[in-house]
């Protein structure tokens, strides 16, 4: 019994490439600039200088902090406070968690 092959229209790279990345845009700078006047308004501005918002990818909000304790403080201690303060003030971000990372 003799096989079939399927018999496919080539699509010009073209065409295809629109639709590719579409769904590779960059993340929105605005939004991220929105968060980090928020940030400035929820941690303070001793904290604010000590902790800088990085980037912000499906509801995770990376922020880089300039030392351990400072990210003990603000993941332990201030936690639920901070993901608040962010929420209040930016309603319509979807935010699900805050991950600190030493850096700087």
């Keep these: 019994m003799a096989k079939r092959r399927r018999q496919f229209d080539a699509v010009p790279l073209q065409d295809l490439l629109p639709g590719v990345l579409k769904g590779m845009r960059p993340p ?10 928020a940030w400035i308004e929820v941690v303070g501005e001793a904290f604010a200088q000590r902790a800088q918002p990085t980037a912000l990818s499906n509801g995770v909000l990376s922020v880089e902090v300039t030392s351990s304790a400072v990210k003990y403080e603000l993941s332990t201690f201030r936690a639920d406070a901070v993901l ?3 929420r209040e003030r930016l309603p319509g971000l ?6 600190y990372r030493l850096g700087r």
Excluded: D, P, Q, S
């Design 28 to 37: 929105n700078r605005g939004l991220l600039a929105k968060v980090k006047r």
């Design 84 to 86: 608040e303060g962010l």
């Design 94 to 99: 979807f935010l699900r968690t805050i991950r």
